[in-house]
């Protein structure tokens, strides 16, 4: 079974500044890919970045950006410039492949501080 | 434009009434699944379906039924909902179990059981 742990529950960070959220996943699968999706207020789930487990470069999205480390199991989001927009729950989220089925962590709780 | 539906956005109902809730998308995707969201547990998979009439048990499914009559259409049924049930649930679909794509969400329907 996979299971992703989130060990931050809640976060803030000062408006354009730099903060750094927390991942790691445990599995036995050699090909997943991890996500990072937003969920703000509306509780729409949106999709932040993607990488996928067989690439060694880190995937970058605008002022989104992670930091994968396979051996270690760790899958880090770093948000540069936070903007206020930003202020969310964030969850980190496995995908084994093939089947397409999910694993989510627990969340963290992102306020960004004008 | 491209998009999961779901119907109804939001549901108070008493333990035991039995409820469906909808979820369809337009994109002709092969893969449908949901999901149900609660706090400090983040989204687990209640049920998947890889295609017509081909339907799995995701990581919680008692308690609920599925069925997949038609490709765009993938309805959750709670024959007799508990009040343990209360949570916010999600549909997603994508293109095909066997090759990565990206998953696309519903905007959520929470239920509450009293």
């Known amino acids: 079974a996979q299971t992703v742990t989130q060990s931050q529950p809640e976060m803030s960070v000062q408006e354009a500044e730099t903060v750094t959220l927390s991942c790691t996943y445990d599995t036995s699968e050699n090909n997943y890919y991890l996500f990072w999706y937003k969920q703000p207020p509306s509780r729409q789930m949106i999709l932040v970045i993607r990488q996928e487990a067989y690439k060694q470069q880190n995937a970058t999205e605008n002022r989104f950006s992670v930091n994968f480390q396979k051996a270690a199991k760790s899958f880090s989001l770093k948000i540069s410039d936070s903007q206020l927009g930003d202020t969310a729950m964030y969850f980190c989220?496995?995908?084994?492949?093939?089947?397409?089925?999910?694993?989510f962590g627990t969340g963290t709780s992102l306020t960004v501080i004008p | 434009e491209a998009q999961v539906t779901q119907n109804p956005r939001y549901l108070i109902t008493v333990t035991g009434k039995k409820l469906t809730v909808t979820c369809s998308q337009n994109?002709?995707?092969?893969?449908m699944s949901w999901y149900r969201q609660d706090p400090g547990l983040g989204l687990r998979q209640i049920y998947y379906?890889?295609?017509?009439?081909?339907?799995d048990k995701g990581d919680v499914p008692e308690g609920y039924k599925v069925s997949r009559k038609e490709k765009r259409n993938f309805p959750l049924i709670l024959e007799s909902p508990s009040p343990n049930q209360t949570s916010l649930y999600f549909c997603?679909?994508?293109?095909?179990?066997?090759?990565?794509?990206?998953?696309?969400f519903g905007p959520g329907t929470r239920l509450t059981v009293l």
């Open positions: 989220a496995f995908m084994k492949h093939p089947g397409n089925q999910f694993y």
């Open positions: 994109m002709n995707h092969e893969y």
């Open positions: 997603a679909s994508s293109l095909s179990y066997y090759t990565y794509n990206e998953q696309f």
């Open positions: 379906s890889m295609n017509v009439e081909v339907t």
